[in-house]
């Protein structure tokens, strides 16, 4: 029992001395950051440790093994290397001496760390800025224009594109141009480029457009027509103004008769589409009706047959 209490008495010292000897070094390390003055005295105490000295009377000790505190020392005292190496020269003592060897390599490593930072900054970093901002001047701070191109997807030989009104807003800016290919939008603000805009266009027998671009040098606008020249309609009468039947209606080569109550309705193709077309109207009886006319959207044909 006795071996047994005087044993944990003896790990117990032991734990207690290993925990502060940990704190110790820890508190070290935490010390090696201190400011110090002007440095009079270094000491070493046999074991490896260092005591540093200033001349109102703080101290930092650390150990000759511990790279990193010394790593702290060097960079919270800056100032004070050549101070310190100074004074470790005047001593023989081998740990003193291995100290003033540690610092000095350190210290050739951090010098050389700042010329090659120093050599980054000047051939490198410094001249990417003066480019960069050379292009910022020159290209992105200067207002641009957008250039805005409509191409239509399907064509018609006979009715080719002439004439449109596209309506550009941006920011708290309206403009409008009319086109009949392509237009330039100029002095856009730089800082309005790949930013939202919205954009319109209409033109006579094409659908409109109205929806979100993306400001940029170039912007194409896919245009189509609307098929309002499909259909031709209307109604055959004859003097009396009485309704005619089973009269044929030609336009092309697409006929149709009208019905009992003398109407008709033509549906042209859309590759057959055009601004003007000719029609005739002929039944056994009455002479024979031609006429071209421009083709209006919802607007009624009358004819009016004679015997």
Not at 27 to 46: F, H, P, Q, W, Y
Not at 57 to 70: M, Q
Not at 155 to 169: A, R
Not at 195 to 201: D, P, T
């Amino acid at each position: 029992m006795w071996h047994c209490s005087t044993f944990n008495l003896i790990f117990s010292d032991q734990y207690h001395n290993f925990l502060g000897t940990q704190r110790r070094t820890q508190d070290k390390r935490v010390l090696a950051n201190k400011k110090m003055e002007k440095i009079n005295k270094i000491t070493t105490d046999g074991n490896n440790n260092i005591v540093l000295q200033d001349i109102t009377g703080n101290d930092i000790t650390i150990n000759v093994n511990d790279t990193k505190s010394i790593e702290k020392l060097i960079a919270g005292n800056s100032d004070k290397i050549n101070e310190i190496l100074d004074l470790l020269k005047q001593s023989q003592e081998p740990t003193l001496k291995r100290f003033a060897e540690i610092i000095s390599k350190i210290q050739v490593v951090e010098n050389r760390t700042s010329r090659y930072v120093k050599y980054v900054l000047l051939f490198f970093a410094l001249p990417a800025a003066f480019v960069f901002l050379l292009y910022w001047y020159f290209v992105l701070s200067k207002p641009f224009g957008m250039t805005v191109s409509v191409k239509e997807t399907h064509t018609i030989p006979s009715l080719p594109f002439t004439e449109g009104i596209i309506t550009l807003q941006y920011a708290d800016k309206t403009e409008n141009q009319t086109t009949s290919g392509e237009v330039i939008f100029k002095q856009i603000p730089a800082n309005l480029k790949n930013k939202e805009a919205k954009i319109v266009f209409k033109a006579k027998g094409y659908n409109t457009i109205d929806s979100n671009i993306v400001l940029n040098d170039l912007i194409v606008l896919p245009i189509h027509r609307d098929n309002s020249l499909e259909l031709i309609f209307g109604i055959v009468k004859d003097e009396n103004n009485i309704p005619v039947s089973d009269v044929q209606i030609t336009v092309l080569d697409i006929s149709e008769k009208t019905n009992d109550a003398g109407e008709f309705s033509i549906h042209i193709p859309f590759e057959k589409q055009q601004a003007e077309q000719r029609l005739t109207a002929y039944k056994k009886g009455f002479q024979r009706w031609e006429y071209t006319f421009p083709v209006i959207k919802n607007v009624e044909t009358k004819i009016i047959l004679k015997k």
